[in-house]
């Protein structure tokens, strides 16, 4: 596996936060407020009665929608506050997929869908969570990479171990010396 495939392999479902906290759209933006402290997240996700979910209301959503327009929590509704539509991304796509979708849709936060079910929801501080890691690896395999590629670049002159005739281009094998025509006898055994 190539070490720049990561990213593409690593699904939405190993990285979302599960389960999703939900209120309904007839809920007051205080009480969705209020659960977002008690629950300690930055968003909430809407649902109809159903429990459809429909959008989602962020920290910034309360602060625009809410507070700088200087009206009661308790007077305003999930519903009129909320962002609408609500983006979202399959639990089986890669992490890769989840960061274009946020860039395209210009969003920090997707719900995660599994078979028609709201299963969790993916950040794009989760994504960031496991980037250093991926970094690392594929640090790591580059590494790996160019070690093999200079052992192979480099040749020894000298007289095979195995034959013992001269040759400008000996290769190691198993701590013996030996030339093209003994490497490649060898390699057919």
């Not at 962020?58 to 602060?63: A, L, M, P, Y």
């Not at 997707?110 to 991926?134: F, H, N, R």
């Not at 480099?154 to 034959?163: H, K, P």
């Not at 013992?164 to 057919?188: F, I, P, R, T």
């Amino acid at each position: 596996m190539d070490g720049l495939d990561l990213g593409s392999r690593l699904l939405v479902r190993d990285v979302m936060s599960s389960p999703v906290i939900t209120i309904s759209e007839d809920a007051s933006a205080q009480e969705a407020a209020k659960l977002m402290k008690e629950s300690d997240i930055g968003c909430i996700i809407v649902s109809t009665k159903d429990g459809k979910p429909v959008g989602i209301i962020t920290e910034k959503d309360i602060v625009t929608r809410v507070v700088a327009e200087n009206i009661r929590p308790s007077e305003i509704t999930a519903k009129e506050i909320m962002s609408t539509p609500l983006i979202t991304i399959d639990a089986e796509k890669t992490i890769s997929e989840a960061a274009r979708e946020m860039n395209r849709y210009d969003v920090r936060r997707l719900a995660v869908m599994y078979k028609g079910q709201l299963v969790g929801i993916i950040t794009s501080e989760d994504i960031l969570s496991v980037t250093p890691e991926l970094i690392e690896i594929i640090q790591e395999r580059a590494k790996i990479s160019a070690s093999e590629e200079s052992e192979e670049k480099l040749s020894l002159a000298g007289y095979c171990d195995y034959c013992g005739a001269w040759s400008d281009s000996l290769k190691e094998v198993n701590g013996a010396y030996v030339c093209e025509d003994c490497y490649v006898e060898m390699k057919e055994k």
